[in-house]
């Protein structure tokens, strides 16, 4: 069932019994267990152009196979030099199926610039370190690990729960569509690369993030051309002063103010926590999203503005030819994150107004995909508050845009709800995705088994 009320984010605190976060949450063994598959995955360097993403899939196959799926559950479709996997928990089919989302794919890492091997997994002051050990093997793991843990209990869930990895991600995402369009009709997807709990510097609990909404990316090539000619002999016409101008006229450019769901409770939450001018500044606007006032303190803070509308920004540019010379052409990349619901052709339309010279061309520099933002469901809710709770009673859950882009466009772009689930808990100064000496906490292992346990066990409750 959907439902926009917010308020259903602080509810059902009391659905489970509480635990202190000290206390283990999963078996010894199955910790142990997932700690060994991590370090077997991060030893597969499974980057653009090794060719090593089918390595990754063999091996989460054949521990889907040993830990009681059947074979024919299991299948991996090769593409090019990648693959997707897609892994079947059969269940009675009451209801659509439920999607767990990850890749096997990670960003490059010079072995030279680390302090360890990026692709051996070292266990060293209390974390994980190695390529990938937080985006997103790690969670990667846990789906794999839970799915296992079911089979042994004997779930049996009232919808098929398809484990579903795309193999590039972090590049083309051509897996991912392809993965979207096959599982097209399911009712939910629970993504591991989005979300998650914050830790602050003493490593106690601030919040849990709820990921159900993604900015669009999208470049735009704005280009300016002319005859051009000798320099000694200048003209009114310049392709670099038609350049200069258009990137004024957008610097002096704002979107409109828009909002969603998530972004109002997220400005409330926010304004809850965060004292001053600020505060009050996050607080009215999600009382009222047309507030002036807020809206002008808020757009003066880098680190808002995102979260109020759709941002372009010149970040390269490219113009002439010869220091002697009138430039024959000048160009410049904008690059925009796209409320969510606004076609990039809309925001071209828009640039167009902007910049108005009917010189310019204006054309996107890749193809674009993009989707409106997940409702605030009551069951996704609900499972997620409870799966909180059993480590972090009464913590607070804010839903989250992301101004980056995961698996989930692609599902959300099908019309399949989906959001970013994870159950990691880190402190901000630990987060090095995509960085040098990537690493999460070995603390982090157990709870997030029991998240994702109790997350399955909520939204396909069986018999």
Known sequence: MRKSALSALLLFSSLTPAFAADDALTPPDLTAKAIELLGQTIAIESVEGKGNVPAVANLIADELRKGGF???????????ETATLIATYKGTGEKKPIILSGHMDVVGANPEDWTRDPFTMVQEDGFLFGRGTSDMKFGLVMMVETLIRLKEEGFKPDRDIILALSGDEETHMATTMALADELEGADIVLNADGGGGALDENGDPVA??????????????????NPGGHSSQPRKKNAIYDLAQAALNLSNYEFPVMWSDITLESFRQGGLNTEGEIGKAMRDF?????????????????????????????????????PNALPQRAGMNVNCRIFPGVSPDAVKTTLTDVIDNPEATIELADEVHYADASPLRDDVVAAVRKAVDRRYPDLPIVPEMSAGASDSLHFRAHGIDSYGVSGIFMKPTDMYAHGLNERVPVAAVDGALDHWHTLLTDLATGE
């Open 70 to 80: 059947a074979a024919d559950d299991i299948v991996i479709t090769p593409m090019g």
């Open 286 to 322: 999600a009382e009222n999203p047309k507030n002036k006032r807020a809206i002008k303190i808020l757009s003066e803070r880098p680190e808002y503005v995102g979260q109020l509308r759709t941002t372009c920004v010149a970040t390269l540019l490219d113009a002439g030819h010869a």
């Open 208 to 225: 849990y993030y709820l990921q159900g909404a993604e900015k669009t990316y999208a470049d735009y090539i704005v280009t300016f051309t």
